[in-house]
């Protein structure tokens, strides 16, 4: 397949099933793609099952390959960008590089498109060849560490032998076998999280394989949760500006500003003294924080008996009302501040739109945007109901919520880790129970149906899969991801994001669903004013989603022995667990579609920036971006220990450092040098 | 006045840097990381200015003394973002659409100057941007037929683009031990910001137009700079 030389073939202007043919005997009719034809050509000749005579002829000028080219030279070297690019990737003809050593390098980025592209003509060769003939053997590179996969029927086994002996002789040539190896490899990073139904064949790999390998993942990784982070900040700073929007329309001279809860037993007074302001504003957190754990354990000991018809149907609840009478304070807001003539009637409909909308996209279906924008509103509008409180009591509620969010998380006996625990051990029912759970399972449906069928012919899947998932690899995380977790809201519509074919898409997807979920999560947090402890119990429930979505990643996991080795398999794993859980205020967890945040989280971020906007838009700006910093750097420590972490204490602990040092030093400096016009 | 003034100003002080930060840095997950901790870093620093400037009671009106450590700090702020950018670039380069391009150190030290900038320009301003919705003008002191609001957003844009530019520069300076570069940079911060004292003085007709002229011929002289070095750079390539 895609072995053919690809300089050749683009001259001859034929399909590589030229050379294929011509290639003496096709080990493998399956094979997969070639990755890296060019340089190696000579190399591979000598393997037993390296590419066909066709790839050696071509080889003798593995160099000039590209540059017959006429495409030309508008195309720059994809790895160091330099102009001259005369040297194209045979088994994809995608890529341009100016020089082996660049195409070497590119190698372990390059792969996995390359085994898209490879696959799609392969099918096309195969066509044209028929059955037997066709597959050429993937010729090796020198440097590919991935190799070119082997043919995943198996046929591979003597031939893959030599093929490895000739490649540890020189690095190169080994590919073939190890393309097998590689193609599982490269399955199981291109889709971790996908289960395939049958147990893959174990490779075997050389120390120098797994290396490359476990560099490949951990490239992969990296771009992951850069793009994981990517596709969070952007919710993150929307729902934040909201908050602040509320905020400032409610502080415009509304009559209506959210009230402290009744819960409170304090009532902060001007005239009050620090201390009195300090116990009296502890009482009133330890209220509510009370009220969180209480919910959060109650949470857990439903889920944990699996009553999860209860939990769903509580935060059905929660959701109505936090939309319908969150919802109904706002407009009055609004009405007031610009002055807006409306009658009751008007009102009401829209309002019962509104928030009927609201619940049949959060928890029956509705597209993806919609569901996105209505956690997005959820989680401004339960921030902006907590700007009621008090503010000595708001801090006093942060930084309470910074340690319990620790316990929850981290402690051997916190409930969130106990609830993940307990999730991983139930691991089939609890996935299905999450399913349920979400109402959203069935957008989830048709990528199910793509798993089966992947699973089925694994290889084609695995092409299949790869041509969905576009380019990116983060894509392809997401999306296995996804499936594997499948149940998950977000897998779920990680799901409905890879049947659109749009990798990128999915991985946003997966985080709006992580959110949906977490939406629920936020539901809870809604009727805070009465009840915090709600929150907790959504999350709990967007926890155990995520854990659902985990566990079917493990299963997949021990199938496929390379990956546990390299450990896209325990990352996987480790995401489930995120699935996490600090319960009322959260996390990220990133397991079916990638990190998720809980909506708790989103709701005390925009709640501590809604504070600050009450006092100054500088200050505002700071805790802006010290939230937003103390979020990249909890997904790098996610990133680096792989494992459900709290997503509260950092950015808490920078808002809240960053409003004191702003409100007493920055702003009355800044105030000296504004009207002065001074610059620095 | 109001309205019209709150747009006018705010795309003229954010409307450029915005249109390169969507078009060039949004695009791009690692530069968007890239930017929102450079943006962290320099708060930093004028946290620590602001707090220093808190603790010296005695010469809090004195701009040329409140110069001097502010600036410094930026740089000094400037110099660990290098060291920490330093440090992560092989992580960022593996992410980058071409892991092995020259450029890519350089296409970093522009989203962290943006960063810089940005936040500059939002600190700086934001607080003057939200009084012009007033139904009041302030005039600038030193050119009293134009308000204060309109100078302040020009010099803002301009500014931004200096915190572009110096990162480069001294980006490159950090790399090659070039201390030219440095210094350069260091001298012409000090000399930006002693120029905007022009702006509220008295005593110079027009000082606001000095300042902004003044700025913009040391952006010229900077953007060159940037210029030849990055040329070189592809020359070095090629």
């Known amino acids: 397949m895609s072995s053919t030389d690809t300089a050749k073939t683009s001259s001859s202007g034929g399909h590589p099933s030229n050379d294929a043919q011509s290639s003496s005997t096709a080990r493998q009719p399956d094979s997969e793609a070639s990755p890296f034809a060019d340089t190696t050509v000579g190399n591979a000749a000598n393997e037993p099952i390296a590419a066909g005579a066709a790839n050696i002829t071509a080889g003798g000028s593995p160099g000039q390959q590209g540059a017959d080219d006429s495409d030309g030279d508008d195309q720059p070297c994809q790895a160091c960008g330099v102009f001259p690019a005369r040297f194209q990737c045979s088994a994809c003809q995608s890529v341009r590089y100016c020089s082996q050593e660049c195409q070497a390098s590119d190698w372990r980025i390059h792969y996995r498109e390359c085994a898209e592209i490879v696959a799609a003509m392969k099918e096309e060769q195969e066509q044209e060849n028929g059955d037997g003939t066709a597959a050429a053997v993937g010729q090796s590179q020198p440097r590919s560490r991935t190799s070119v996969p082997r043919l995943q029927q198996g046929q591979s086994g003597d031939a893959g032998h030599e093929s490895l002996q000739d490649g540890q002789n020189d690095r190169p040539a080994s590919d073939d076998p190890l393309g097998a190896e590689a193609a599982n490899v490269r399955a199981t990073a291109n889709r971790p999280r996908r289960r395939p139904r049958e147990p893959r064949r174990r490779p075997r790999l050389t120390a120098e394989q797994i290396a490359a390998f476990e560099e490949a993942e951990r490239i992969a990784d990296m771009k992951f949760y850069m793009l994981q982070v990517y596709k969070i900040i952007k919710p993150v700073v929307i729902c934040i500006c909201l908050s602040i929007l509320w905020v400032k329309i409610s502080m415009a001279g509304s009559d209506y500003r959210p009230t402290q809860s009744s819960y409170t037993v304090y009532t902060e007074t001007p005239t009050s003294t620090v201390s009195q302001n300090i116990l009296g504003s502890l009482a009133n957190a330890g209220i509510i924080i009370a009220q969180i754990v209480i919910v959060t354990i109650i949470i857990v000991v439903l889920f944990k008996r699996g009553h999860i018809k209860v939990l769903i149907g509580f935060f059905m609840v929660v959701v109505a009302m936090l939309l319908g009478f969150m919802g109904y304070i706002l407009l009055l807001n609004l009405i007031q501040v610009l002055r807006i003539p409306l009658d009751y009637v008007t009102m009401s409909f829209a309002l019962w739109n509104f928030a009927a909308t609201g619940l049949v996209s959060v928890f029956w279906k509705g597209p993806m945007w919609l569901q996105q924008v209505y956690l997005t509103v959820m989680s401004s509008l339960m921030a902006f109901s907590l700007t009621g409180l008090a503010e000595w009591t708001t801090w006093m509620l942060l930084a309470l919520l910074v340690v319990w969010d620790l316990i929850a998380v981290l402690c051997p006996f916190g409930p969130l880790k106990i609830l993940v625990e307990s999730s991983r051990n139930q691991n089939q029912e609890v996935p299905a129970l999450l399913y349920t759970v979400n109402a959203v399972w069935f957008m989830a449906s048709p990528p199910n149906s793509i798993l089966d069928r992947e699973a089925d012919k694994a290889n084609e899947a695995i092409e299949f899969e790869n041509l969905t998932s576009g380019q990116s690899n983060s894509h392809a995380f997401t999306q296995g991801h996804a499936r594997a977790t499948g149940r998950d809201g977000g897998s779920i519509s990680s799901a409905g994001a890879s049947s659109r074919n749009s990798g990128l898409d999915s991985t946003f997807a997966a985080s709006g669903i992580s959110r949906t979920s977490s939406s629920m999560a936020l539901v809870p947090n809604s009727n805070r004013d009465d009840f915090t402890p709600i929150e907790s119990r959504e999350n709990i429930e967007l926890r155990e989603r995520q854990r659902s979505g985990p566990s079917p990643g493990r299963s997949y996991g021990p199938e496929d022995g390379n990956r546990q080795q390299s450990g896209p398999p325990r990352r996987s794993e480790d995401r489930e667990e995120r699935g996490e859980d600090p319960t009322g205020d959260d996390d990220d967890d990133d397991d079916g579609g990638g990190l998720k945040l809980g909506l708790g989280d989103f709701v005390f971020y925009s709640v501590l920036i809604a504070r600050a906007a009450m006092f100054d838009w500088v200050t505002t700006m700071c805790c802006t971006v010290a939230v937003l910093t103390g979020m990249n750097a909890t997904i790098f420590l996610l990133a680096i220990y792989q494992k459900a972490l709290p997503a509260l204490p950092i950015s808490i602990c920078f808002g809240m450092l960053f409003y004191f040092a702003t409100r007493f030093a920055l702003v009355p400096f800044l105030a000296v040098l504004g009207p002065s016009q001074i610059f620095i | ?238």
């Open chain 2, 1 to 238: 006045m109001t309205l019209l003034t709150f747009f006018g100003c705010a795309l003229t002080a954010y409307g450029p840097s915005l249109a390169i930060f969507f078009g060039y840095i949004a695009p791009n997950a690692q530069l968007v990381i890239l930017m929102v901790s450079s943006a962290f870093f320099w708060l930093i620093s004028l946290l620590l200015a602001s707090a220093i400037w808190f603790l010296a009671t005695n010469s809090r009106n004195t701009f040329t003394s409140t110069i001097i450590y502010t600036v410094l700090l930026q740089e000094l702020f400037r110099w660990c973002l290098y060291l920490l950018i330093n440090r992560a670039e092989s992580g960022l380069n593996m992410v980058a659409k071409h892991p092995k391009s020259k450029f890519n150190r350089s296409g970093y030290a522009f989203s962290a100057g943006m960063g810089f900038g940005l936040m500059f320009g939002i600190i700086s301003y934001i607080t003057q941007l939200v009084e012009s919705l007033g139904p009041g003008v302030l005039m600038c002191p030193s050119c009293p037929s134009i308000s204060l609001y309109f100078i302040s957003a020009i010099t803002v844009c301009i500014f931004t683009f200096h915190h572009c530019v110096w990162m480069m520069i001294s980006f490159t300076g950090f790399s090659n031990r070039s201390y030219l570069r440095i210094l350069w940079v260091i001298i012409t911060h000090y000399g930006a910001s002693y120029l905007t004292i022009l702006n509220s003085s008295r005593t110079v007709n027009l000082g606001c137009a000095y300042s902004i002229l003044g700025n913009v011929v040391l952006l010229i002289a900077s953007t060159i700079i940037v210029v030849a070095d990055v040329r070189n750079l592809y020359h070095k390539i090629s």
